[in-house]
């Protein structure tokens, strides 16, 4: 098997890797970038201490803050439409998953035009557009390395995929120190979406010997400093720990993929605004036992990479923990059923076979270990609603 892998060109690793953005920016040609953000990088001083460095590096800048969470095609329209308004030989995202995606969708739009739904999944991107910098403040969706976005498309209800190397950043600046002011539940629940990304890319019939290593690192190092990085928000090692294993598990997926939790966990997002790494941590440790039995083995070493079960203990026993695991990696981390949300159980069950659909059409599912008929994905979300 010939395993194709996208990555960008440049990472920037490391505690005050943000300092070195003036000359990341020049190795790469890029003189006046638009920096895509949101409204609470702007309060809380993150943007300015970039910005600050762009005036001492004498970099144009202008800035476009109106991303929101769970980006939306229109968010991307009025972001695109700015982008044209000014003279701009780049992007620059700055924030969690959200602006970054959005910058992605931006520089796409800008490129190719039409509308955004007109290049989800399978549809193919035929131009790549300007040039990206990631600059991750969460760990994280490793939206900083992978080729893909998402973006809700308001008229549908639905969280598209969209995929390509035109999604690719250019570069990342990849540093923690950014990461030790975020809230508890936000690293919560972003930490359990980088793990769900390492796990699904290690059990995806897309894995190679490469997403292998770096979806093992990825669990090793964010099984083991999760909870330290709730409980102690300044501690840097574990913030370190966190922002190095997200990073490496969005290489993993990107270049294998995401799997059934993801497929699932897009439309309860969609429909019902839960926040993405807390609507896979809903879903993970029942869909982990529906898919463990079709590839014991890749889910054992799971457990073996996470450190809960030992190198020379059987599969059977592994996948045990595994599972033990992630269920109190739930409770720890105060994950609430769907029910426990608050979502409406009328509403939930009548958006099942919905949701269903959606799953299927994403790609995710067939990538799974164990791939579901649209009649096991409604068991399924009826099973989780508790
Ligand atoms: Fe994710």
Redesign the pocket.
Do not use: Y
């Given at each position: 098997m010939v395993a194709t892998i996208t990555m960008p060109r440049l990472l920037q690793i490391g505690g005050g890797a943000l300092g070195e953005v003036g000359s990341l920016l020049a190795r790469l040609g890029i003189k006046r970038p638009l920096i895509v953000t949101d409204r609470f990088m702007e309060s809380s001083g993150l943007l300015a201490k970039l910005t600050d460095r762009l005036d001492q590096a004498k970099v144009k800048w202008r800035v476009y803050a109106d991303t929101v969470p769970d980006p939306t095609d229109t968010v991307v329209e009025a972001g695109a439409k700015f982008l044209a308004e000014g003279d701009h030989d780049g992007l620059l995202a700055l924030g969690g998953?959200s602006p970054i995606d959005t910058a992605k969708a931006i520089s796409v739009l800008a490129a190719n035009g039409g509308k955004m739904r007109d290049y989800k999944v399978p549809n193919e991107i035929p131009k790549a557009g300007l040039p990206l910098v990631a600059i991750p403040t969460t760990a994280g969706?490793?939206s900083e390395v992978t080729r893909f976005t998402v973006i809700t498309d308001t008229e549908r209800d639905e969280k598209m995929l969209i995929m390509g190397l035109a999604c690719c950043p250019a570069a990342a600046i990849v540093d923690y120190e950014l990461t030790l002011s975020k809230p508890w539940r936000l690293t919560a629940d972003t930490g359990i979406?980088?793990l769900?990304?390492a796990i699904e890319a290690y059990v995806s019939k897309r894995a190679s010997p490469f997403t292998d290593g770096v979806a093992r690192s990825a669990m090793a190092l964010i099984a083991r400093n999760l909870r330290t990085a709730c409980r102690e928000p300044d501690n840097r090692k574990a913030r370190e720990a966190m922002m190095l294993g997200s990073m490496q598990a969005g290489m993993a997926?990107s270049n294998s993929s995401?799997c059934l939790v993801?497929g699932m966990?897009r439309p309860i997002g969609a429909f019902f605004h839960v926040p993405?790494?807390l609507s896979?941590a809903m879903l993970l440790p029942e869909i982990t036992a529906f898919s463990a039995p079709a590839a014991l083995e890749r889910y054992a070493d799971c457990a073996r990479a996470m450190g809960i079960a030992a190198e020379g203990e059987g599969n059977q026993s592994a996948v045990a923990r595994l599972l033990d695991e992630l269920r109190g990696l739930n409770a720890d981390l105060r994950v609430p059923t769907p029910k426990d949300y608050g979502i409406d159980e009328k509403r939930y069950r009548e958006l099942m076979p919905t949701m269903a659909s959606q799953a299927l059409a994403s790609g995710s599912p067939g990538n799974n270990p164990r791939v579901p008929t649209a009649e096991e994905i409604v068991e399924l979300y009826g099973r989780v609603y508790a």
């Open positions: 998953g969706t490793g979406d980088s769900t990304h997926f995401v993801h966990s993405h790494g896979n």
